[in-house]
């Protein structure tokens, strides 16, 4: 049985958020080390610490939000986070020192907290089970499109308006919050509800669940692995003396190849099974990085190496979307997508230990070891596959009925 037109349209409301947010987000994000730079005048390594301030708020808030969206019901938390972002970035915008500043940043890093636990379980509740790997990928797919554009629009923007690029953030936010009061409705994401009720305490009884630790160690390593990239590639091409492509070329190369390669997926490859894509995600991203270390025409390599770790990263970053809700019971989708945000400790690690290895082994020695965190990844991912396997969790979603998750 198909979802009702009102739960697809709901659907919809929820992946073109999530496409309105991304785009809001690199709207602005990329612009805090520039406008620390030009209006508070920091150094390097106080920029370093201001721009690690929102996803250090997002490491440490993401379990209490997601326990609260639970609590509150998702789409009530999913207004109260685009309130807090438009407010955010509002400060961002007005700020004349670096203290309000940071409040604006911080304020983001709730707001995100919020919104990323809340969206993907609010998801669940409006399709049937088999149908969540297909949105999952169409939601990756659209927020890429808005990672292509809020930048371009965010460069443009702070030439000519300066602080006032933040305001435009603000404004989507606002576009946001309009679309959910309009089209989304509190009955359509009602939450199964357990017959005993765990204490607020209790709730941190997940942190001790074997799937979601393995979960967020295999997500966190691949974040180390991206962490490391972003943060050394500049200085690999850099250093490369013309050989490799621009830094810019290669970032527009990987996010055109992960929107064409989603819609190739979700229109002719549906056949493939969830499994056989998780394990081909994972060599692509493993032989993707690796021939990067090859020296024989060092340009189209570089080339190569983008496109093949893209597709892989295209066809395994949803699946870990999936294998969340497999292990969330229905009750706690919310609190396990905010405790799976314990991930982002890979985006500080990486760049700390990718410095150390860069130093010691130069540029081969950091990409062969973002090519063994991704390897290490997939062991614990199929540590949560074998879990799964041998004790499922219930499923309390019907079939027949997606209209509870």
């Given at each position: ?5 009102s ?5 919809w409301?929820l ?16 612009l ?19 721009s ?11 379990f209490?939000c997601?326990?609260i969206g639970?609590?509150?019901?998702y789409?009530?938390?999913?207004r ?9 970035f ?28 809340t969206?993907?379980?609010?998801m ?9 790997e297909?949105?999952f990928?169409?939601?990756y ?8 554009v809020?930048?371009l ?9 300066a602080s ?8 989507v ?5 309009l679309l959910?009061?309009?089209?989304l409705?509190?009955s359509?994401?009602?939450i199964?509800?357990q017959?005993i ?21 295999a ?6 692995a ?8 500049p ?19 990987n ?7 989603q819609v190739?997926?979700l229109r002719y490859?549906?056949?493939?099974p ?9 060599v ?7 021939i ?5 025409n ?23 979307e ?9 009750h ?9 945000e314990i ?17 010691a ?12 965190c ?9 540590q949560?596959?074998?879990s ?18």
């Amino acid at each position: 049985m198909k979802a009702s037109n009102s739960h697809l349209k709901s659907m919809w409301v929820l992946l073109i958020g999530s496409a309105l947010s991304t785009f809001g987000i690199f709207l602005s994000i990329p612009l805090v080390s520039m406008h620390a730079y030009n209006v508070f005048h920091l150094s390097v390594y106080e920029i370093g610490l201001v721009s690690g301030v929102w996803p250090a708020t997002v490491f440490f808030f993401g379990f209490i939000c997601g326990m609260i969206g639970d609590r509150w019901g998702y789409v009530r938390s999913i207004r109260t986070s685009a309130i807090i972002n438009c407010a955010a970035f509002l400060t961002m915008a007005v700020a004349r020192d670096v203290e309000t500043f940071v409040l604006g940043l911080v304020l983001f890093g709730i707001g995100k907290s919020f919104f990323d636990s809340t969206i993907r379980a609010a998801m669940t509740c409006v399709c049937l089970p088999h149908e969540r790997e297909k949105y999952f990928r169409l939601r990756y797919m659209l927020m890429n499109i808005g990672c292509v554009v809020g930048p371009l629009v965010g460069v443009y923007a702070y030439e000519y308006m300066a602080s006032g690029a933040f305001t435009l953030t603000s404004v989507v936010y606002v576009a946001f919050f309009l679309l959910t009061m309009g089209f989304l409705h509190i009955s359509d994401f009602k939450i199964e509800r357990q017959e005993i009720a765990h204490t607020t305490f209790g709730k941190f009884k997940v942190l001790k669940d074997f799937r979601l630790l393995c979960w967020v160690a295999a997500f966190a390593l691949v974040l180390m692995a991206y962490g490391s990239y972003e943060a050394f590639m500049p200085i690999i091409v850099e250093q490369s003396a013309g050989l490799r492509p621009s830094f810019g070329i290669l970032v527009s190369l990987n996010a055109a190849v992960v929107i064409i390669f989603q819609v190739i997926h979700l229109r002719y490859m549906k056949w493939l099974p969830f499994n056989q894509t998780v394990i081909a995600g994972i060599v692509l991203l493993v032989v993707g990085f690796l021939i990067f270390t090859v020296d024989v025409n060092v340009f189209f390599m570089s080339l190569l190496a983008v496109v093949v770790f893209s597709i892989g990263e295209t066809l395994l970053f949803p699946c870990f979307e999936v294998f969340m809700d497999k292990i969330a019971p229905a009750h706690n989708k919310a609190l396990y997508f905010g405790a799976g945000e314990i991930k982002q400790i890979g985006f500080f690690l990486g760049p700390l230990l990718g410095g150390v290895l860069f130093t010691a082994g130069g540029s081969h020695l950091l990409i062969v070891s973002c090519a063994l965190c991704i390897a290490l990844a997939a062991a614990a991912l199929y540590q949560v596959h074998a879990s799964l396997r041998s004790k499922p969790v219930p499923n309390t979603v019907s079939e027949a009925e997606p209209t509870n998750g």
